[in-house]
């Protein structure tokens, strides 16, 4: 059987409850950045963290990493629609 994919809630802007991956483009190009509350690191961060400004990939590969690190879900902020079908499944809530 193959493995359920991954699925991910879209949202308008970053939410406090959860790492945000938010996608922008620009000439052409899809890129990321990834907040993270400092409320969900647990005391690891004494501020919010704003990544750089990554390549889409490399967002999203980075929200994936934190969100195993501090077991905590990831939403997507995709204006442009920049989702890759292959990270997975991009839904909205009801």
């Not at 359920?4 to 802007?13: G, L, M, T």
């Not at 483009?25 to 647990?42: I, M, Q």
Request: net charge negative; charged share 30%; with cysteine.
């Amino acid at each position: 059987k193959p493995m359920p994919a991954n699925r991910f809630e879209q949202v308008d802007e970053p939410q406090a409850d959860a790492i945000t991956l938010s996608l922008t483009e620009r000439g052409g190009e899809a890129f990321g950045r990834v907040l993270c509350p400092a409320d969900l690191a647990a005391g690891h961060l004494v501020n919010d963290f704003v990544s750089d400004e990554l390549a889409a990939k490399d967002a999203f590969r980075t929200a994936i990493r934190l969100a195993n690190e501090l077991r905590a879900p990831i939403v997507v902020e995709d204006k442009a629609g920049l989702w890759q079908d292959e990270w997975g499944v991009l839904y909205r809530e009801e």
